[in-house]
């Protein structure tokens, strides 16, 4: 809960969020992938004033990711073809979870395999670690050969996949949909049906750039997945469809930059979200999300920020 007082009187805004047994002390959290494990970022502000923090993808073994250029900027956004680089279930729990649990703030661990077996295999070492939240089921990653959006890409797939992972941990399970889907609607449904706490979407959406003077793709894989503004309305359309067919709370993903974004997810369904591409651009996006949402609250009088969560009126 955040007190604070205003000049003449005193004020209370609660912008803390309930999921599942979980509560985050703010509605704001830094996406997968674009925060690595914090410790750049700890540099830049305090983390303690974030919701949650959401770890770079974490499979069994270390992985290189694909070859360069892995990244270029494309127009309101990005594309990525990282291909799930990381250290490796090993020396993440030895080196950077001590790392991040010095901070006051939700730690959400994003778990990625080839294999159904590979998932189990990182979420049982994680099982043993300590200072762990959440857990964030990737089943979206739209840049590797083996895995990745192929486990999120049917509902039947999907299921299998995450209520093998119910089966084997006490962790709350997000579980992050991809948008390059038939209907996300089914698959999230599937998902909530397996037995996971919430849902996080969208990733992101498959696309390409070419540099027409040299006729190449600017991505060696050719394909990567685009993020930033550019998807914002796929990704609220998504988020608002999902929220009413399912009833486990949903985390919007997609092109948030500022508190007005993050206002309209909340509307749309979201009880949570995840600040991505923008870190890129400004590391501070969140903490800044985070006071413009008390201050809307305040001057609304909006005494608990979960009030506003899918108020959208049509
Ligand atoms: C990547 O590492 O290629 C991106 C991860 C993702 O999209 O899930």
Not at 67 to 81: A, D, I, W
Not at 208 to 234: C, E, N, Q, Y
Not at 239 to 254: L, Y
């Amino acid at each position: 809960m955040v007190r604070y007082s205003m000049p003449g009187r005193w004020s209370l805004t609660d912008l803390s969020v309930r999921v599942g047994k979980t509560t985050f002390k703010n509605p704001v959290l830094v996406a997968s992938g674009t925060f690595g494990y914090g410790e750049e970022y700890s540099e830049l502000f305090d983390l303690n004033q974030l919701g949650g923090i959401v770890t770079k993808s974490i499979t069994l073994n270390p992985r290189e990711g694909n070859p360069p250029p892995r990244t270029c900027e494309t127009p309101s956004g990005m594309l990525n073809s990282i291909g799930l680089a990381n250290v490796g279930v090993d020396r993440f729990i030895q080196e950077k979870i001590p790392f991040l649990n010095k901070f006051n703030t939700n730690i959400i661990i994003n778990v990625a395999g080839s294999t159904p077996e590979e998932y189990l295999r990182v979420v049982e070492k994680l099982n043993h670690a300590q200072g762990i939240d959440m857990l964030e089921i990737n089943i979206s990653c739209p840049n590797v050969k083996e895995g990745g959006m192929a486990f999120g890409s049917d509902p039947e797939s999907a299921h299998r996949c995450t209520s093998s992972i119910r089966k084997v941990t006490n962790y709350p399970l997000m579980v992050k949909l991809t948008p390059n889907v038939k209907d996300i609607v089914e698959i999230a449904q599937a998902v909530e049906d397996s037995g996971a706490d919430c849902i996080s979407l969208i990733n992101t959406l498959v696309g390409m750039a070419i540099d027409f003077r040299i006729k190449k793709p600017l991505l060696k894989t050719v394909t990567g997945g685009l993020s930033g503004p550019a998807i914002k309305p796929v990704a609220l359309a998504m988020v608002w469809k999902v929220s009413q067919k399912v009833k486990i709370p949903v985390v919007g993903i997609g092109g948030i930059t500022n508190t007005q974004d993050a206002l309209e997810f909340l509307l749309a369904g979201a009880s949570l979200i995840q600040v991505g591409t923008s870190n890129f651009v400004d590391p501070q996006t969140s903490v800044r999300i985070i006071e413009g949402l008390k201050d809307y609250c305040e001057k609304n009088e909006i005494k608990r920020v979960m009030e506003i969560v899918g108020k959208l009126e049509n």
